[in-house]
């Protein structure tokens, strides 16, 4: 009996001392992580990345993936390395994120496979390579990455450093539709419409835009389904109809579809004139980096048909950011003596020629040579 009651106090005791840190919570994880605990800092990096369950914080975020990162965990560097390919939480540094995201990879982190491969097939950060790509696309798409899927079936369609071949690519866009991946079906129907890969047919087509479009709310796809109502897939031209698939994948993010709906707008094409509605829709379009949608929207203020005037030189600016480099000439030009509501700014006008000149315009290249 004695024996019994010494054990319950004992165990009294141990359930009455000291309770650690929870590691489930915020609070916990912060804790735990100042006190050299590698996990808990990743699991609360990422928290703070997706702001799931506390106030989103970048920069806290990296600095937590960091930790978490050097303490072994993988998923953290292929985290950090994202972050650091978009200067989320601090500067922007393909070159790096370049590093992390294939050593996450190479350690199992498939979303890193992804990630890496596109840095290597647009050649940024590391020089470009289309193999290394398609190795690291394949492996992350044999895990489920349905963007993978896609992406390395745009490679065997180009075979620009693997074999071209239509048919794998029209497979893998398949597979990777048919599991609900949006873009996949736009770059399906795309190829049902011309035939390539796959047997041409204008109701398969459609059938693909339709379901990029209007189920997963894809935006190439609703350009998609614009353009073929414009040329009249299938039927005749039906400019209305183009008109509100324009608008619809403008809704959606799809740049050049702002720039289609905004020319439509302008012309009067499926709808009345409204040249409002025009303007508002270039400026849109060159909110999402679409340099030609930049130059129109300057071209609308500098001519007066919207105001002010001086808002032109805001639109050629983006323009110019936007790697439209006639509109680093325009720029530079006027900022050379000064233009209407424009000071003069003679150094930075010399230096957006030189990029324009750089870049191969030989205009900008032309207005360094005029330089006083």
């Known amino acids: 009996m004695k024996r019994w009651l010494i054990l319950g106090?004992?165990?009294?005791?141990?359930?009455?001392?000291?309770v650690g840190p929870d590691p489930t919570t915020p609070a916990g994880m912060q804790t735990l992580c100042d006190m050299g605990d590698g996990p808990s800092c990743a699991r609360l990096g990422l928290k703070l990345y997706r702001g799931d369950g506390v106030a989103?914080?970048?920069?806290?975020?990296?600095?937590?993936?960091?930790?978490?990162?050097?303490s072994g965990q993988v998923y953290a560097c292929g985290e950090l390395g994202n972050m650091v390919r978009h200067g989320e939480g601090g500067k922007k540094d393909t070159a790096r994120a370049a590093?992390?995201?294939?050593?996450?990879?190479?350690?199992?982190?498939m979303a890193s496979c992804t990630r890496a491969g596109i840095l290597y097939e647009a050649g940024d950060g590391v020089a470009a390579d289309q193999v290394k790509a398609a190795q690291f696309y394949q492996a992350a798409c044999n895990d489920g990455d349905m963007r993978a899927c896609?992406?390395?079936?745009?490679?065997?369609?180009?075979?620009?450093?693997?074999a071209h071949d239509d048919r794998r690519a029209a497979a893998?866009?398949?597979?990777?539709?048919?599991?609900?991946?949006?873009?996949?079906?736009?770059?399906?129907?795309?190829?049902?419409?011309?035939?390539v890969g796959v047997e041409q047919s204008d109701t398969k087509a459609a059938a693909a835009y339709n379901k990029a479009c209007d189920v997963l709310g894809t935006g190439s796809g609703?350009?998609?389904?614009?353009?073929?109502?414009?040329?009249?897939?299938?039927?005749?031209?039906?400019?209305?109809?183009?008109?509100?698939?324009?608008?619809?994948?403008?809704?959606?993010?799809?740049?050049?579809?702002?720039?289609?709906a905004a020319l439509a707008y302008e012309q009067g094409s499926g709808t009345a004139a409204d040249e409002a509605k025009a303007c508002g829709?270039?400026?849109?379009?060159?909110?999402?980096?679409?340099?030609?949608?930049?130059?129109r929207a300057a071209e609308f203020y500098e001519s007066g048909k919207v105001t002010p005037y001086a808002t032109t030189w805001?639109?050629?600016?983006?323009?110019?950011?936007?790697?439209?480099?006639?509109?680093?000439?325009?720029?530079?030009?006027?900022?050379?003596?000064?233009?209407?509501?424009?000071?003069?700014?003679?150094?930075?006008?010399?230096?957006?020629?030189?990029?324009?000149?750089?870049?191969?315009?030989?205009?900008?290249?032309?207005?360094l040579a005029r330089k006083p």
Request: charged letters at 20%; a neutral charge.
């Open 281 to 295: 829709l270039y400026e849109k379009a060159c909110d999402l980096a679409h340099a030609p949608a930049c130059m």
């Open 99 to 109: 590093v992390l995201l294939t050593g996450a990879c190479m350690a199992g982190h």
């Open 222 to 260: 609703c350009f998609m389904l614009a353009m073929a109502a414009d040329r009249g897939m299938g039927a005749r031209p039906d400019h209305q109809r183009s008109l509100v698939y324009f608008n619809r994948a403008c809704e959606k993010g799809h740049a050049i579809g702002c720039h289609y």
């Open 56 to 70: 989103t914080d970048l920069s806290r975020a990296a600095e937590l993936l960091e930790r978490g990162c050097s």
């Open 150 to 162: 896609t992406n390395l079936a745009g490679l065997f369609s180009q075979g620009k450093a693997i």
């Open 172 to 195: 893998l866009w398949t597979q990777a539709c048919d599991l609900n991946y949006g873009p996949a079906c736009t770059s399906l129907g795309n190829a049902y419409e011309h035939g």
């Open 9 to 18: 106090i004992g165990l009294a005791g141990c359930s009455g001392g000291q």
């Open 314 to 367: 805001h639109y050629l600016d983006k323009a110019c950011v936007a790697k439209s480099w006639m509109a680093c000439v325009k720029l530079g030009s006027a900022l050379a003596s000064g233009a209407r509501d424009l000071p003069a700014d003679p150094e930075r006008g010399q230096v957006l020629m030189q990029k324009a000149c750089d870049a191969g315009e030989k205009i900008g290249c032309a207005g």
